[in-house]
């Protein structure tokens, strides 16, 4: 018999065991959360080895290495928080999965960013500043100090949920640094009052266009008794509508520079590319809707395909208009390093948009999901056919206002398509005519496309817009400028007093 004595529990060993597996568990969930800013942090230093090779032997070398490093900064809380709203709608209404939007975005952005951002320098001085108002040592300051506090608040902006124009962001940095490094008379405050402007200009028109959008789409498609022969007959025509606007609006944003057409011409291409899809689309769209049942489950099909292709001319727009707001700044230090010139060169080094294409896209994938769940998901629900509303929207607004010439957002209009689309909704709802008599015709059955649950609470929760993210972005949106621009202005200070 054996007499040795029973131990109650896991012996020591087993014990001290479970301690290093649970250790290991914690380290790992702690290293997962560590594992994006040490890859942004890596992607700096690269930037900056990149630069050291171009400038190692030229003047300025250190200073334009720094530059590097702020650009790339810069560029990645672009993509993190900017390049999120041309992907969105098409992750929210499901036609795109998280990955496969994050590599689209990432890379047309990419292609945007080299085959047409070229013109970056003018992009981003817009005149705002005139360079040649101060030294180029003060340039430079002025410039390092605009590109830092711009790339603090669109990151502070970013992990509080809020998608700002990062155009306005760098705006603001640069309008702050002059003022400082210059005085008032060196800013265009005209342009200025112009930029205000679209502060309410670009989500209102947004939301606008989207609503009307989505209210033509629910009255000639959704309500309607055969809604596949409807399909037929007026998909075909929003898609023409799409081609057109989008091609228009590449002609006449990122485009611009290398074409140089004009808005007319511009519009005249748009319309024959829209009537080329409508006739290509039509027998396209005929065939995809055989055997489909007459339920809305079926018109989602016929908008995904469209729908990515918006969100791939977006984010090609995005990234040939947006890199400008990383590496402008890089430029203009590059230039006036180099050449004791206090003026912006019209010829951008290539290592400096690379830094800015690459770096849109590094920041898009380590931190991009977190406001494409919220843009996309969290505002209102979207279903592929609100999400074309919101994309066919931000073209069709930079049409409108380029043709009065007013300067826009396309982050305060995609966002503001969204809200657009929620707050019709919320009416549509509740007032429209054609939606009770579908009702009625159903025998009072509540159309599920609209109304997944008959509790109140439910349907408030899941399908209004939902009113915290909207005052968390408006503020954001309200305090971007001046924000960016004290925070400048104080930077630049504290660079002037130490180096002046």
């Given at each position: 018999m054996d007499n040795t004595p029973t131990r109650l529990g896991k012996p020591t060993l087993d014990k001290d065991l479970d301690k290093l597996t649970r250790l290991e568990e914690a380290t790992n969930f702690i290293s997962r959360g560590l594992l994006a800013p040490g890859i942004g942090l890596i992607f700096l230093a690269l930037a900056m080895i990149v630069a050291g090779a171009f400038v190692i032997d030229r003047p300025g070398a250190a200073v334009i290495v720094a530059a590097a490093a702020l650009a790339a900064y810069m560029a990645m809380n672009i993509g993190a928080n900017d390049v999120t709203n041309n992907v969105s709608p098409a992750v929210g209404s499901r036609a795109l999965s998280m990955a496969a939007a994050l590599a689209i975005a990432a890379v047309f952005e990419t292609l945007g960013a080299m085959l047409a951002g070229g013109d970056v320098v003018s992009t981003i001085s817009e005149g705002i500043v005139a360079p040649s108002s101060m030294p180029p040592d003060t340039l430079i300051r002025a410039m390092l100090a605009a590109l830092l506090s711009a790339a603090v608040w669109i990151n502070a902006a970013t992990w509080l949920g809020a998608p700002v124009s990062t155009t306005h962001a760098i705006v603001g940095a640069v309008m702050g640094a002059g003022i400082a490094a210059a005085g008032t008379d060196s800013v265009d405050w005209k342009l200025m009052s112009g930029i205000a402007t679209s502060w309410v200009a670009s989500p209102l028109l947004g939301g606008v266009i989207a609503a009307l959008l989505l209210f033509f789409i629910k009255e000639t498609i959704v309500y309607r008794d055969d809604k596949i022969a409807a399909a037929r007959r007026w998909v075909p025509v929003l898609i023409g509508l799409m081609s057109g606007s989008f091609t228009a609006y590449l002609l006449i944003s990122p485009l611009e520079h290398l074409l140089d057409i004009g808005f007319g011409t511009s519009v005249l291409l748009g319309l024959i590319a829209g009537a080329l899809t409508y006739a290509a689309s039509h027998p396209f769209i005929a065939r995809q809707s055989i055997g489909l049942e007459n339920r809305n489950q079926s018109l989602r099909r016929l908008f995904r395909i469209p729908l990515i292709i918006s969100a791939a001319l977006l984010s090609f727009a995005h990234g040939a208009?947006?890199?400008?707001?990383?590496?402008?700044?890089?430029?203009?230090?590059?230039?006036?390093?180099?050449?004791?010139?206090?003026?912006?060169?019209?010829?951008?080094?290539?290592?400096?948009?690379?830094?800015?294409?690459?770096?849109?896209?590094?920041?898009?994938?380590?931190?991009?999901?977190?406001?494409?769940?919220?843009?996309?998901?969290?505002?209102?629900?979207?279903?592929?056919?609100?999400?074309?509303?919101?994309?066919?929207?931000?073209?069709?607004?930079?049409?409108?206002?380029?043709?009065?010439?007013?300067?826009?957002?396309?982050?305060?209009?995609a966002v503001g398509s969204v809200f657009g689309v929620g707050f019709f909704r919320e009416w549509y709802t509740r007032n429209s005519r054609r939606r009770l008599e579908y009702i009625r015709k159903r025998g009072g059955i509540i159309d599920l496309e609209e109304l997944e649950d008959r509790n109140p609470d439910e349907i408030r929760r899941r399908r209004l817009v939902r009113r915290s993210h909207f005052m968390t972005i408006v503020a954001a949106w309200i305090i971007t400028v001046p924000l960016t621009a004290m925070a400048a202005a104080i930077l630049f200070s504290l660079l002037n007093g130490l180096f002046g």
């Amino acid at each position: 018999m054996d007499n040795t004595p029973t131990r109650l529990g896991k012996p020591t060993l087993d014990k001290d065991l479970d301690k290093l597996t649970r250790l290991e568990e914690a380290t790992n969930f702690i290293s997962r959360g560590l594992l994006a800013p040490g890859i942004g942090l890596i992607f700096l230093a690269l930037a900056m080895i990149v630069a050291g090779a171009f400038v190692i032997d030229r003047p300025g070398a250190a200073v334009i290495v720094a530059a590097a490093a702020l650009a790339a900064y810069m560029a990645m809380n672009i993509g993190a928080n900017d390049v999120t709203n041309n992907v969105s709608p098409a992750v929210g209404s499901r036609a795109l999965s998280m990955a496969a939007a994050l590599a689209i975005a990432a890379v047309f952005e990419t292609l945007g960013a080299m085959l047409a951002g070229g013109d970056v320098v003018s992009t981003i001085s817009e005149g705002i500043v005139a360079p040649s108002s101060m030294p180029p040592d003060t340039l430079i300051r002025a410039m390092l100090a605009a590109l830092l506090s711009a790339a603090v608040w669109i990151n502070a902006a970013t992990w509080l949920g809020a998608p700002v124009s990062t155009t306005h962001a760098i705006v603001g940095a640069v309008m702050g640094a002059g003022i400082a490094a210059a005085g008032t008379d060196s800013v265009d405050w005209k342009l200025m009052s112009g930029i205000a402007t679209s502060w309410v200009a670009s989500p209102l028109l947004g939301g606008v266009i989207a609503a009307l959008l989505l209210f033509f789409i629910k009255e000639t498609i959704v309500y309607r008794d055969d809604k596949i022969a409807a399909a037929r007959r007026w998909v075909p025509v929003l898609i023409g509508l799409m081609s057109g606007s989008f091609t228009a609006y590449l002609l006449i944003s990122p485009l611009e520079h290398l074409l140089d057409i004009g808005f007319g011409t511009s519009v005249l291409l748009g319309l024959i590319a829209g009537a080329l899809t409508y006739a290509a689309s039509h027998p396209f769209i005929a065939r995809q809707s055989i055997g489909l049942e007459n339920r809305n489950q079926s018109l989602r099909r016929l908008f995904r395909i469209p729908l990515i292709i918006s969100a791939a001319l977006l984010s090609f727009a995005h990234g040939a208009n947006d890199v400008a707001n990383a590496v402008g700044p890089l430029a203009a230090i590059v230039h006036a390093a180099q050449t004791a010139q206090g003026g912006f060169d019209a010829i951008v080094p290539q290592w400096v948009m690379l830094i800015g294409a690459l770096g849109i896209s590094v920041g898009l994938l380590l931190f991009g999901p977190k406001l494409i769940e919220l843009v996309g998901k969290d505002i209102t629900k979207l279903n592929p056919m609100r999400a074309y509303c919101v994309a066919l929207s931000a073209a069709v607004t930079v049409l409108v206002a380029s043709a009065f010439g007013m300067p826009v957002s396309s982050t305060h209009i995609a966002v503001g398509s969204v809200f657009g689309v929620g707050f019709f909704r919320e009416w549509y709802t509740r007032n429209s005519r054609r939606r009770l008599e579908y009702i009625r015709k159903r025998g009072g059955i509540i159309d599920l496309e609209e109304l997944e649950d008959r509790n109140p609470d439910e349907i408030r929760r899941r399908r209004l817009v939902r009113r915290s993210h909207f005052m968390t972005i408006v503020a954001a949106w309200i305090i971007t400028v001046p924000l960016t621009a004290m925070a400048a202005a104080i930077l630049f200070s504290l660079l002037n007093g130490l180096f002046g």
